[in-house]
C-alpha cells in the first residue's frame, strides 16, 4: 500500500522558514517524479514544486521560485521542501504526491500539513 506521510508544518511569521517532509512507504520512492501541491482556503490546487528520480531535475511555480526548495534523499525515502521568506499568500494546506507520466498528473496524496503564516 502506497503513504505519504506528512508531519511538521505549522505556524510561522512572515519572513520565516519552515521545512517540510514527506515519508514514502509501499512503492519504489527512488524511481517516482514527486511534487509538492498546495491548497489555500477556498482556493484550488497550485502547483508548488516537483522533482524528478534520481533529484538531477527541480521546478517551481513562479509564485514560490527562489524561496522555496524541492529535495529529496532516496536512502531515507524522503521527500522535503524547505520555506523560506514566507509571505501569508503561502499559507495553505501542503499535500506531497506522486507525479504520473503527465508532470501535471498526481497519482498518490499525502494527507497533507497545515502552514499558516501570521504575525
Known amino acids: 500500500e502506497v503513504k505519504l506521510v506528512e508531519p511538521g508544518g505549522g505556524l510561522v511569521e512572515p519572513g520565516g522558514s519552515l521545512t517540510l517532509s514527506c515519508a514514502a512507504l509501499g512503492f519504489a520512492f527512488g524511481s517516482n517524479t514527486m511534487a509538492w501541491v498546495r491548497q489555500a482556503t477556498g482556493k484550488g490546487l497550485e502547483w508548488v514544486a516537483l522533482i524528478n528520480s534520481g533529484g538531477i531535475g527541480s521546478w517551481y511555480a513562479n509564485s514560490v521560485k527562489g524561496r522555496f526548495t524541492i529535495s529529496r534523499d532516496d536512502a531515507k525515502n524522503t521527500l522535503y521542501l524547505q520555506l523560506n521568506g514566507l509571505k501569508t499568500a503561502d499559507a495553505a494546506m501542503y499535500y506531497c504526491?506522486?507525479?504520473?507520466?503527465?508532470?501535471?498528473?498526481?497519482?498518490?496524496w499525502g494527507q497533507g500539513t497545515q502552514v499558516t503564516v501570521s504575525s
Open positions: 504526491a506522486t507525479v504520473g507520466v503527465s508532470w501535471d498528473e498526481y497519482i498518490d
